[in-house]
């Protein structure tokens, strides 16, 4: 199995039960466990965690539950050693014996308010290999992002409408809807930055994650083609801005959002499209999209081509300040990128 691809999917899964389903299928025959479970406390207040397994019985995960609720999983204290049979005592052996369960390896989950335990359980007394920790180790960090993701859509795409275009995204280009996380990612932090108001951060958030749903009406062939694109083929995916207009238009309180979807190709100097719209006619939410949006295509690693090394998207940006891009934005985004010490390559993908 190809791990990087593996895990791609267990992130871009619509759910924590999917996450977890491809999660199981993995751990059981890369590290040889029983089970895999997930114990999440996902709001504040909330006090019995909600489990996420599969083909594990109720009765048993009732008694993980246990088990996770009265020792250190949830603080961390546990991360990456076995917890076996021997060690434990009470209720938690009691629990254990029930299950039918020797050994747990468990993993501390953290997103947010979200915190839990990821646990790999074992019928008999096992010792991970480094290779397989390392394998736990990256199952715990995607799961996280697995969440982060779903919290995040949550959140963000509050109409059913909105959440169902994103699905159906999701399911033709996988990679387009990374790329959507990522422009959501940067634009809020330059949105951020800007000292935006809530309202118009929300707004920002949800008008990047959908900027590019008309995707969704590209013919495949087109839209997944491995090699440089041809320029009939090219015009075809430029009119994307316009079908995601046409898709979301008739949504009710859609119209905040509309500007980012159809005008994130507009260029500055008037040289984008579909409007060739030009300076300030851009509204300045969209010039956040169109910024993040050029940035993450810049540093995400095509099949035709690598990703730009940090030196040269710098002088992209720098480049097409004025041209392309808002040049006040620019070395705000340029300072935002500085600070955070590293450009992150890869964005919210892994
Ligand atoms: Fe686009």
Redesign the pocket.
Known sequence: MQNSLFFKNVINADSIFESIGQLSDFAKTAIGCESISLFLIEEPGQITPTSYSVNMSTAVMEELQEVVIRTDYFAGEMEGTPFTLAQANGIVKASLLKSKLACLYGFHIQHGHAYGALLFAFQSPTLLTEEQLQLCKLSELHMEQSIRKIQFRKQVLKQQAYETLFNTLRVKDSFTVDHCYNVAFYSTLLGGRLGLSETELERLKLGALL??VGKIAIPDHILRKPDRLTEAEFNVIRQ??DYGYELLKDLPGVEHVLPMVRW??ERIDGRGYPDGLSGDEIPLLVRIVSLA?AFDAMTSTRVYRNSLHVHEVREQLQTHAGKQFDDKLVPIFLKILDEQMYIRKDGMRS
């Open positions: 900027h590019d994307h801005p994130h190709h949006d």
